[in-house]
C-alpha cells in the first residue's frame, strides 16, 4: 500500500492546468494522493475552488480567501466570502496574508484585509492558510493581536526562530519544494526545528517544484521528493513522514484521509 499523500496547498484552478486539469486530478487516488487544499486567492478564484471541489469531492477540500496581492477588493467581498464558506468542501479561510516584496504594495490594505479574514475565520471557527512573504515582524504582531487562531503558515521561509514564534501561537507549518532546493540552508533549518505533530507538506502549485522538477508546472506526485527530504532531516522513514503530514492536515481542516 502506498504512504497516502496530503497536499495541504495547491492551486488547480490556475489556467496552468487548464490543458489536462481533470485527467491529472483523476489520477491522484492511484498515485497516493489522497486530500489537495485547493487555495482561493480572491473572489473568482474562490469560487472555481468550490466548483471543482464539486467535480472531485473525494479528492478536493477548498480554502476561499483574498491574497494580499490581489486588488482593491470589490465592494461587499466579506460577505461574500461568508456566504462560500457554508459550502461544504470549504475547509479554511486562504489563502490570506501580508506580501510585501514587490514595489508598490500598500502595507495598511493588506493588514486591514487580514485582519478582516482573521475574525471571519473566528466567527467561522475555521482554520487560516496564512501567505507570509517579507513581512514576518508584521504578521507575527498581527497574529498575536488575534489569538487564539488555528492555521497554517504555508510555504514557510522564515527563519527557526520564527518558527519557533508560529509554533508557540499554535499553529501548523508547511514547507513546499523549496526545501529539495541547493540553497535551502534557511527552510531546512526551520524544517528541523518544527515537530513532527505540526509538519505539513504542500506544493503551492503550480509553484515551486521540487529538484529535479525545478522550471516545470509543479503538481502534488511531485510531493514525494519533498517527502523524502522532510524525511531525512526529521530523521524518520518516506512512508512515516508521509502519513504524519496527512493526519495533521486532516486533523487542522476537520475531513477524514
Not at 489536462?20 to 489520477?27: F, G, H, N, Y
Not at 531546512?188 to 505539513?200: F, K, T
Request: aromatic share 6%.
Amino acid at each position: 500500500m502506498q504512504a497516502p499523500i496530503f497536499d495541504s496547498h495547491s492551486h488547480y484552478t490556475d489556467e496552468a492546468f487548464d490543458p489536462d486539469r481533470a485527467a491529472l486530478l483523476s489520477s491522484f487516488p492511484e498515485k497516493g494522493i489522497v486530500r489537495c487544499m485547493v487555495c482561493g486567492t480572491d473572489l473568482p478564484t474562490s469560487q472555481d475552488c468550490i466548483a471543482l471541489a464539486e467535480q472531485f469531492p473525494e479528492l478536493i477540500v477548498t480554502a476561499v480567501g483574498v491574497h494580499p496581492e490581489t486588488p482593491d477588493a470589490p465592494e461587499g467581498w466579506l460577505d461574500r466570502l461568508r456566504e462560500m464558506a457554508k459550502h461544504e468542501s470549504v475547509h479554511a479561510i486562504g489563502e490570506i496574508g501580508l506580501d510585501y516584496h514587490y514595489e508598490g504594495y500598500d502595507k495598511a490594505a493588506q493588514q486591514k484585509i487580514l485582519r478582516e479574514q482573521l475574525a471571519l475565520a473566528k466567527a467561522l471557527s475555521l482554520p487560516v492558510i496564512l501567505h507570509c512573504r517579507d513581512a514576518m515582524g508584521d504578521m507575527l504582531s498581527i497574529l498575536r493581536e488575534m489569538l487564539p487562531l488555528r492555521g497554517v503558515m504555508h510555504c514557510f521561509g522564515g527563519s527557526a526562530e520564527s518558527a519557533q514564534e508560529v509554533l508557540a501561537m499554535g499553529l501548523y507549518i508547511g514547507f513546499t519544494g523549496v526545501i529539495t532546493f541547493k540553497n535551502a540552508k534557511k527552510p531546512l533549518s526551520a524544517l528541523r526545528s518544527v515537530p513532527l505533530d505540526r509538519l505539513l507538506l504542500e506544493t503551492d502549485c503550480p509553484y515551486m517544484a521540487p529538484v529535479p522538477f525545478r522550471g516545470q508546472r509543479c503538481d502534488s506526485t511531485m510531493l514525494t521528493e519533498t517527502a523524502a527530504v522532510m524525511a531525512r532531516e526529521k530523521g524518520v522513514s518516506y512512508e512515516e513522514i508521509c502519513r504524519i503530514t496527512a493526519e495533521n492536515a486532516a486533523r487542522l481542516f476537520g475531513v477524514s484521509l
